[in-house]
């Protein structure tokens, strides 16, 4: 097949963060599938473009992997300046991949697959259907607007009216509708989506890189590398934004000063200015800040982890997603210490691979932290728990396949 994919957060080469369909994309080109990608010029966590998109309104990278190849468009640089910022940043993407749709991507294709948030992308994908004639299908990674309402980001009643109202749109005028956790297949079904229409491709464990990092990896020699030999570490990979909400780990951080235990937060995001003011001004020596790393290199700090973090702003909405990051750490045989209610909370208890603790509550988190610590056999349990219950449910390359056989169908 011919695929056209809208995903406006589409990572660069190594990039971290993410990588649901750059590992999507190269599996299915591996069949020999050709894929384009209209994807933003602006990083997700930094809001900032790379040099060589400066003063341009796409850029085509040919065969950015094998059969796939990738058109950047211009995002506004407001993304991370402030709500209106961000609104402008998406309308601004709207525009730049509709015209690269026409005007940059000339091949034929026999579907387009578009990935929300941002809910706007839809627009794309609506508009380059009906021009080039083919179905297309919609993907819910977070259920928006309800995540932005919830966070505060939207707050504007006309803003929020015409969300609901294109989001409805959206649902109607799709051929499918990809979710990635049961419990957004339930609200789209509440919301009058026919359950036929929805189908559910969670987000995947990357087992090839974390086999392959794995080997010949010498864990205790790269944590005596960092300064980290003697610590117990929990390390959160992700971006760091209003929706994190990571400041209730430095909450937790505060508690636990007096302990063995640091935190180690790698990523970049809007709120991590703050997030640094305040380790200074609470001396929080226990908190550790780095940059964005390679998918592949942030793989041996999470391996050379304790444990994992996957936190969340305590809202409802967030009680129906999947934390993505909970997947990388499986893959690594590191147990999650987990602040998310919800599915995500059922999955972990599940699989029996962490702990729960309750979000936005630094002692809670941190006697959580204190009372599994000190039991390693119980730590090493649940890592190898999580592998083998990742192995046999959040495979990607069994899901990517599963994806592309409910493409096939639509598609004849």
């Known amino acids: 097949?011919?695929?056209?994919?809208?995903?406006?957060?589409?990572?660069?080469?190594?990039?971290?963060?993410?990588?649901?369909?750059?590992?999507?994309?190269?599996?299915?080109?591996?069949?020999?599938?050709?894929?384009?990608?209209?994807?933003?010029?602006?990083?997700?966590?930094?809001?900032?473009?790379?040099?060589?998109?400066?003063?341009?309104?796409?850029?085509?990278?040919?065969?950015?992997?094998?059969?796939?190849d990738v058109v950047r468009c211009h995002v506004s640089e407001s993304y991370n300046a402030s709500f209106?910022?961000?609104?402008?940043?998406?309308?601004?993407?709207?525009?730049?991949?509709?015209?690269?749709?026409i005007f940059k991507v000339n091949r034929k294709f026999d579907i387009i697959l578009v990935t929300s948030p941002p809910l706007f992308v839809g627009i794309t994908a609506y508009a380059l259907s009906l021009l080039k004639g083919v179905p297309f299908v919609f993907e819910v990674r977070d259920l928006w607007p309800e995540s932005a309402i919830d966070t505060g980001v939207l707050k504007n009643k006309v803003i929020i009216k015409f969300a609901y109202w294109f989001e409805g749109l959206m649902y109607k005028k799709a051929k499918l509708i990809n979710v990635l956790t049961p419990a957004f297949k339930t609200k789209l079904i509440e919301k009058g989506v026919p359950k036929e229409k929805v189908i559910l491709i969670p987000n995947a464990a990357d087992f090839t890189l974390a086999n392959e990092v794995r080997k010949d990896f010498d864990y205790k020699k790269f944590k005596n590398d960092i300064g980290l030999s003697d610590k117990f570490v929990i390390t959160y990979v992700g971006a760091h934004g209003v929706a994190n909400h990571l400041i209730q780990l430095l909450d937790a951080a505060e508690y636990l000063k007096?302990?063995?235990?640091?935190?180690?937060?790698?990523?970049?995001?809007?709120?991590?200015?703050?997030?640094?003011?305040?380790?200074?001004?609470?001396?929080?020596?226990?908190?550790?800040?780095?940059?964005?790393?390679?998918?592949?290199?942030?793989?041996?700090?999470?391996?050379?982890?304790?444990?994992?973090?996957?936190?969340?702003?305590k809202v409802d909405t967030f009680k129906t997603i999947y934390s993505n990051k909970t997947?990388?750490?499986?893959?690594?045989?590191?147990?999650?210490?987990?602040?998310?209610?919800?599915?995500?909370r059922e999955l972990v208890e599940q699989a029996e691979c962490g702990i729960y603790v309750e979000p936005e509550n630094g002692l809670a988190i941190a006697d959580g932290i204190k009372d599994i610590m000190n039991n390693p056999l119980r730590l090493t349990e649940m890592g190898e728990n999580g592998y083998e219950y990742a192995l046999l449910h959040f495979d990607r390359s069994v899901l990517a396949q599963k994806y592309l056989n409910h493409m096939k169908l639509i598609v004849k």
């Not at 961000?86 to 690269?100: G, K």
């Not at 997030?275 to 226990?286: F, G, I, P, S």
């Not at 997947?327 to 995500?344: E, N, R």
Request: net charge positive; glycine share 8%; proline share 2%.
């Open 258 to 313: 007096n302990t063995n235990v640091i935190f180690q937060l790698i990523g970049s995001g809007m709120e991590k200015e703050m997030l640094m003011t305040e380790k200074l001004k609470r001396n929080l020596d226990n908190v550790i800040f780095r940059d964005p790393i390679a998918k592949a290199e942030v793989f041996k700090y999470i391996l050379s982890s304790d444990m994992g973090a996957s936190v969340l702003k």
């Open 327 to 344: 997947f990388d750490y499986m893959s690594c045989k590191i147990p999650t210490l987990l602040a998310i209610d919800g599915v995500s």
């Open 1 to 68: 097949m011919r695929i056209l994919l809208i995903h406006q957060y589409f990572l660069e080469k190594n990039d971290g963060g993410g990588s649901r369909f750059n590992e999507m994309s190269k599996s299915w080109a591996a069949q020999g599938h050709e894929i384009t990608v209209l994807s933003g010029m602006v990083h997700y966590n930094t809001g900032k473009k790379m040099p060589r998109y400066k003063g341009k309104f796409t850029f085509k990278d040919s065969q950015f992997y094998n059969n796939v």
């Open 84 to 101: 209106i910022g961000r609104l402008w940043a998406y309308f601004s993407f709207v525009f730049s991949s509709i015209y690269a749709g």
